[in-house]
């Protein structure tokens, strides 16, 4: 559905140091330094994959979005999406793609929301009855129903994200691009916008692609990511793996009954207290259920959980390990 | 157009949130048009006449220019701020909608605040109407309408042109303010009182003087061809040029920040 290949960009950035001296000599004479943006991205994505697109700041992650939904023409490269060239048959293309820039609002600022939802129908030449079944569902699932009555400028950030969300699927979209849609969220909010996106992608197969620095995002909504760093792809491949390959300990923590415990090594305490503890397991010495089977024999265990690193530590481990 | 009037709808709704601000814009504009009108007034209680021109001939230039650049203010505004508008992405945004880019750039903003000098305008059109000796017959009034349309297309495409410009410099070119509040400032009396070289250069750089100077001539009875009351027609195809400018833009095109 979506294919990327050996996209390139790069920017022209003007440097100087600060100060006036060196702001007024700019006025004449600038340096400029080339920044590769993108350099020589490749990758593919089927209908209704849920893909979490993640880096560091300044990696080309909105770049990236940004040549995919057809406002920025890369330098090489080539990219199809539904057999279209975004860049070149743009609005043909973006009637089929919704995108949510979570630091940018598309609604107008001071008419309630529903007008908003009214002009976006009439710009994308949705069907009377379409829109009404669109708006129906996502009012319903967003829980939006009084909220469009109000002013976009006195909602509050998590109130405007789910209106700014439902304006992105007003026109049923294939494809979806949530560029950091979680931002600046309570609690209840990002788990209010994650429900969504996955009965979405559940309901109606559309394709996600997801940037976010809330791991917790990536977890809980995208099987497969995708690292990019200093404009290049890094590392494309599941979640899962990803885990696996990157971290070697399990963590288990405990509560027992008894006197203390004598650890083989592979074990590590993490915490010892009385009747509880921390320990980490390093899974190439041995397995889980070796040493819970060591610790059963020596204590009477009363609750044990075990868990893996979060992924927050597993893309930390990743950054580190590509120096970006 | 029926989108076009629900854009206009949603810029009124948003004028009338803000009610006494908008009423104190538009007094405001209202004042400082009427100075304008002040000094020409003192000026002509002096002189008279300005190069065999009279009070009520210059007022009636003035407030045609003055109208057609209030007319390309109000609804070509998008264009007049367009340096706002890609440097905070809103651009980004445009580009999103599977529209043309112009037409959502002139609908997606709005200065309806811009009325008190409209109104203004139509004041000292109507006192000039009054005034001067020409005689209404229906090719003076088609060659009237036809100097503010063509006003208007002019203004607005030196709007484009400057947002055009945006996209190289990604900031607002102020000197380019020249060709616009200067041409209204000094549209107020026909081109030709000002020289040959800048009357050629209004002529044939940015045809001013095809909206303004020739058609007045026209309207005044001081020149019957009737070809000239059709030159503001001519001066729009000055928008070829300007609008194939903003296409060269919007293809190198940059957008701001993440």
Known sequence: MIQVEHISKTFKVSRRSAGFLEAFKALFHREYECVKALDDISFNIDEGEMVGYIGPNGAGKSSTIKVLSGILTPDSGSCHINGRIPWKERTAHVKDIGVVFGQRSQLWWDVPVVDSFLLLRDIYKIPDKLYQNNLDELVNLLDIEQIIRTPTRQLSLGQRMRCEIAASLLHSPKILFLDEPTIGLDAVSKIAVRDFILELNRNHKTTVILTTHDMQDIEYLTKRIILIGKGKILMDGSLENIRKEYTDTKRLTIDFIGEDIQLVEGMKFILQEKNHGVIDIDSKMLTVSDAISILSSQVKLNDISVTGPSVDEVVAQLYQKYHI | ?258
């Open chain 2, 1 to 258: 157009m029926k989108l076009y009037r629900r854009f206009f709808m949603i810029h009124l709704k948003s004028a009338f949130q803000y009610k006494i601000s908008f009423l104190l814009i538009s007094i405001g504009q209202f004042f400082t048009a009427f100075m304008v009108f002040v000094g020409v007034k003192f000026m002509f209680d002096r002189f008279h006449t300005v190069k065999g021109y009279t009070y009520s001939e210059v007022l009636l230039c003035f407030s045609i220019v003055l109208m057609a650049f209030t007319l390309a203010e109000m609804f070509v505004r998008g264009f007049d701020t367009f340096s706002h508008i890609i440097a905070n992405g809103e651009f980004d945004r445009v580009l999103l909608r599977p529209r043309n880019e112009i037409f959502l750039v002139l609908a997606g903003k709005m200065e309806l605040s811009r009325v008190g000098r409209l109104l203004q305008s139509i004041i000292i059109l109507a006192y000039g109407i009054n005034t001067c000796e020409i005689i209404w017959s229906w090719d003076k009034i088609v060659t009237l309408i036809l100097m503010i349309c063509g006003g208007t297309v002019i203004f607005a495409c030196l709007f484009i042109i400057f947002a055009a410009l945006c996209f190289f410099t990604l900031e607002g070119l102020e000197f380019m303010n020249v060709f616009t509040d200067g041409a209204r400032e000094h549209g107020k009396y026909p081109f030709d009182i000002y020289g040959k070289k800048i009357f050629k250069f209004c002529t044939y750089i940015i045809p001013y003087t095809l909206f303004q100077y020739y058609p007045f001539l026209y309207l005044t009875g001081r020149e019957d061809n009737k070809l000239y009351m059709l030159l503001p027609i001519v001066a729009s195809l000055f928008a070829i040029p300007s609008i194939m400018l903003w296409k060269f833009g919007v293809r190198h095109y940059k957008s701001t920040g993440s």
